[in-house]
């Protein structure tokens, strides 16, 4: 027998439909689910390795106070009586919650309900500040509301697909996909993509815009500007349907196609070839992300390109519409419960019609009557003693917030900091005086809203572990004991939707965008048979809405959309001649954030298994920096350390650090810690794409890497990096120290203890170490000069099974695999464990199209998410056949 459960992936804001295909003996089998209008099936690799990730090692399961584990009755009790006693000196401002966009929304609902409804403050925000604010704030001044126009086949059915600040292809790969296959089947469809830097999703690009960092306004106001001189203004559209036009084109108007390429920094022809696309294409749809968002004037840049499409009146039809795709499975949702400190609840703000409305919806003893503090004023509150108590779920802000030591150090002074998670070790649980366990993914039952408004289930499909609980269930048990009983007694998270529904309709009358209105009624049984449904979900829609503004109306008083004079500004973080460079960072494709769930899974790592800066060659040959050499990164908040990545493709003068790594696996390498806590002042959003620093190179005496079963912590002082494998501890290292005497090294730091050693001493103090017990490898230790060029594979096997004959122990010695057997090289293709050296060999033997090097390795064939690679290892090694 076999049990399907349908569910939704907890990644990225795509919002994939799995299934769950569930044998007798337990074993799991993923799968993308076809009947989800998001994916149709498809899954990327990040969603089609999250059987790896289910096992609980690494779990809180236990809830802890003060360091110790307690019960939960203790532990409820003991949040309760701390933050009602900090209420109770110092006000309800001092105290808040930090949540995340991976909260699902009935946990959403209650943690906002709690602190604006019944604490009565609203410093409630959430990590969706970091992602997703400018973006909302570009909408609600545009449209009147907090809506997103677009679905996913508008971007299929577009003439012209613009992708700014995105990386498509790594950060919501099956959109991604659904662009390429429409490309096939619509050729005469144009992609343009505008990022500083040469990303993979540049694989489907017509047009390539390497904008100077930060100068987006210019470009699309310029296009604006552009279509008034080519006659392409919808102007019946912006008579009948629109406001600000005049003083919109008035400050677009010296926005010359000269202008911008001097701006932008790019060449004239490629400005003009990306705004000819706009007056010859049709539809237009706008993609936009956190290259947008991310600035101290991402709110601005969102309405320069909400301006272009009204303009042009390419919007609230198929195929257009400017579409600001989310980043968390459940961004969407924090934004229609109100997550942000900025918002009430249910698109409503403070105004006080709204707060009364929704005092009395709640029935509550007060409410919130003004914005709380955003997540980084709230971290500096808490660092300036005025914010004493603070709840964080669901994220880990001493690696993701900017300036993240001074967090860490705030986190450190807080009176009372509790946290919500589901690892027990993560950089912020480690300062928490109590700690929660929390249910996972696979656990935890509830639903999400993806980035084309899709509200779709989470189901669980695990018993919960250990004493875990739903995020709902913690937050009302502790609402139970500071006073708030009879509002917070819910059972099943199904009550919580259904008053979250009821709320979006109350007294709407179509004044506000989010609308749930019909599933208010529902029951338990229909809650959990729940099927994706797009909101709104009223009278006027009640099967949903794909697409909205097709009526032309929008929700601000007047029925209209304004248009918003933009003043393109550049970044406020410049660069110095101290800190020349600017650092911007992002997602790399298998890794999820702080990695505490895909940093386990070993096949994730193996494409990108240590921290890394990619730099332009010219600059790292300026800099004395050697390409895989350690590098230091510094600014006036922090510093870090990462492996230099010398890429053509990376823009001069820019560098590129991924923002996943954290002390838990690596020594110093929070790229976080470097980002200066400067905000956008409409959307309080960091600038962390940003930030001016200086790069050196950080001599090392020697580089190593060691294979171990026993899990042991890496060695302070020296660099290191965590890769995940099954069952093993791996590192890989480098020291500035030289080391005299390895095998004391070994011994102070790993232990040789009862171990017979095996070892080849090499040149300049190089060791090769394998360390035996009863025929079992037990440890494999590699220290040269240079970083040893080893097998990784073949060193992983001979764990798994002992080499037998004396050329293999040799050769294990020696770090490589069998001698018939070529090094695998770094993992391109995850799914099916593809090396970069089969792909090559592949390729110089006659496989010259990605199709050919899937049927020939299989690689690019499951989630396809390794593509553009594969197309650009063609494009390097295709002439270069072997005899
Ligand atoms: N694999 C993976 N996927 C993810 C996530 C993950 O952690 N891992 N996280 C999810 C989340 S929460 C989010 S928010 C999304 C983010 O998804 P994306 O926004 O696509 O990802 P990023 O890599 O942060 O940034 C996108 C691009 O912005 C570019 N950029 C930097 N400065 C500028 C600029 O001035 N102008 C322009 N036009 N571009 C610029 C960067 O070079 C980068 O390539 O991804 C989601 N998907
Ligand atoms: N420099 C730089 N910094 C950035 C960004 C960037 O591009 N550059 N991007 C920003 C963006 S867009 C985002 S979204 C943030 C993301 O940053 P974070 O939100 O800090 O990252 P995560 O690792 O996703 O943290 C989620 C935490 O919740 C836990 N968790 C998982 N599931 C559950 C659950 O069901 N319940 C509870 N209670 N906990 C759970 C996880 O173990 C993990 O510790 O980073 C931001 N920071
Ligand atoms: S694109 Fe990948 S990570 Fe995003 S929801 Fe789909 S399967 Fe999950
Ligand atoms: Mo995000």
């Known amino acids: 027998m076999t049990a399907v459960h349908c569910t939704t992936c907890p990644y990225c804001g795509v919002g994939c439909g799995v299934t769950i295909a569930q044998q007798n003996n337990g074993a799991l089998t993923i799968g993308g689910d076809t009947a989800h209008p998001a994916n149709q099936g498809r899954l990327c690799v990040k969603g089609s390795a999250l059987g790896e990730t289910l096992d609980l090692a690494g779990r809180l399961l236990q809830p802890q106070v003060d360091g110790q584990s307690a019960t939960w009755e203790r532990a409820l009790g003991q949040v309760a009586q701390r933050f009602n006693h900090i209420i109770e000196q110092h006000g309800p401002q001092a105290v808040a ?61 577009a003439d012209l697909v613009i992708l700014t600040g995105s990386n498509t292809a790594w950060a919501h790969p099956v959109v991604y996909q659904r662009l390429v296959n429409a490309r096939q089947q619509r050729p005469q469809m144009r992609v343009v993509v505008i990022d500083p830097r040469e990303t993979a999703t540049c694989d489907i690009a017509d047009v390539h815009l390497p904008l100077q960092p930060g100068t987006d306004a210019a470009l699309f106001t310029g296009a604006l500007c552009w279509l008034v001189e080519q006659d392409g203004l919808d102007s019946a559209f912006l008579q009948q349907h629109a406001s600000g036009t005049e003083a919109t084109l008035a400050a677009a108007a010296e926005w010359t196609p000269q202008r911008v390429a001097e701006f932008c920094g790019l060449p004239l022809r490629t400005v003009l070839t990306f705004f000819q696309l706009l007056t010859t294409s049709y539809n237009w749809v706008t993609l936009y992300s956190m290259g947008i968002n991310q600035s101290a004037s991402g709110a601005d840049k969102c309405n320069a390109i909400i301006n272009l499409h009204l303009a042009g009146g390419r919007i609230g039809r198929a195929g257009s519409g400017p579409f600001s795709i989310t980043g968390q499975p459940n961004a969407m949702g924090g934004r229609e419960v109100g997550g942000l400190a900025n918002q009430l609840a249910a698109h409503m703000g403070f105004s006080a019609e709204e707060t009364d409305r929704v005092q009395r919806f709640w029935q509550s003893p007060r ?133 979250h529904a009821a709320l979006s309709a109350f007294e709407n009358n179509g004044t506000r965008a989010f609308d749930i209105g019909l599933l208010a009624g529902w029951d338990k049984q229909q809650w959990l048979g729940m099927t994706p449904v797009q909101w709104p979900v009223n009278e006027q829609h009640p ?59 070993a096949r994730l790592m193996r494409h990108l298994s240590e921290p890394f800066c990619e730099i332009h ?46 002390g838990q696996f690596t020594g110093q390498g929070r790229v976080d810690s470097l980002i200066p806590p400067v905000v956008d002042a409409d959307s309080g959003q960091p600038e962390s794409k940003h930030a001016p620093v200086r790069v050196s190179p950080w001599p090392v005496s020697w580089q190593a890497e060691i294979f171990l079963r026993a899990e042991v912590a890496a060695p302070k002082g020296i660099y290191w990096s965590r890769v995940a494998q099954d069952g093993l501890t791996h590192y890989i290292m480098a020291g500035q120290q030289p080391v005299e005497d390895w095998q004391a090294w070994l011994q102070q730091h790993f232990t040789l203890a009862g171990l017979t050693l095996q070892t080849a001493q090499l040149a300049q103090r190089g060791l090769h170490l394998i360390g035996w017990r009863q025929g079992e490898v037990q440890l494999a230790f590699y220290a040269r000069q240079h970083a040893p060029a080893l097998d990784r594979p073949a060193i992983l096997t001979a764990f798994k099974q002992a080499p037998a004959s004396g050329p293999q122990r040799l050769a294990l010695l020696a770090g490589r695999g069998a001698a018939d057997q070529p090094a695998a090289g770094a993992t391109v293709c995850s799914c099916f464990g593809v090396g970069e050296n089969r792909i090559i060999a592949a390729i110089q033997s006659g496989c010259h199209s990605a199709k050919a090097l899937g049927a020939s390795l299989q690689c690019g064939t499951h989630c396809g998410s390794c593509l553009p690679e594969l197309k650009k290892l063609i494009q390097q090694h295709a002439s270069q056949r072997v005899a």
């Open 97 to 157: 919650f930090y949540a995340s966009g991976q909260l699902l929304t009935e946990d959403y609902y209650v943690a906002n309900k709690l602190m604006k409804g019944f604490i009565g403050a609203a410093n409630i925000d959430t990590n969706s500040r970091l992602c997703m604010a400018s973006a909302v704030v570009g909408y609600k001044r545009a449209f009147g509301g907090d809506a997103v126009p677009c679905c996913y086949e508008d971007i299929e059915q």
């Open 617 to 662: 060659p010219q600059d790292a040959a300026e800099l004395g920096i050697a390409d895989s050499s350690v590098v230091r990164l510094s600014s006036p908040h922090g510093w870090m350390l990462a492996r230099a990545q010398c890429s053509p493709g990376q823009r001069r003068g820019s560098v590129f650090v991924p923002m996943h790594w954290n």
């Open 543 to 601: 099967a949903g809405c794909r697409r909205l503004f097709g009526d032309k109306r929008f929700f601000h008083a007047d029925g209209k959309a304004r248009l918003l004079p933009v003043t393109p500004r550049l970044p406020q973080n410049a660069v110095s001649q101290r800190y020349p460079l600017v650092l911007n960072t992002g997602r790399i494709r298998d890794q999820w954030h702080t990695m505490t769930r895909t940093g386990k899974a």
């Open 367 to 499: 409410i919130a009557r003004q914005p709380g503090l955003n997540a980084v004023a709230l971290f500096q509150a808490i660092a300036a003693g005025q914010v004493k108590a603070v709840w964080i779920m669901g994220t880990n802000p001493a690696v993701s917030l900017p300036d993240a030591d001074a967090v860490r150090q705030a986190l450190k002074q807080c009176p009372l900091v509790v946290v919500s998670d589901v690892m027990a070790m993560t950089d912020t649980a480690e300062l928490a005086h109590i700690r929660l366990p929390a249910l996972a993914w696979g656990e935890k039952e509830g639903s999400v809203t993806n980035s084309e408004r899709c509200i779709s289930r989470q189901r669980a499909f695990l018993s919960p572990p250990g004493q875990a609980r739903a995020d709902w269930w913690i937050l009302s048990q502790v609402a139970q004991r500071m006073g708030y009983g009879e509002a917070f007694g819910y059972q099943h998270p199904s009550e919580i939707f259904s008053e």
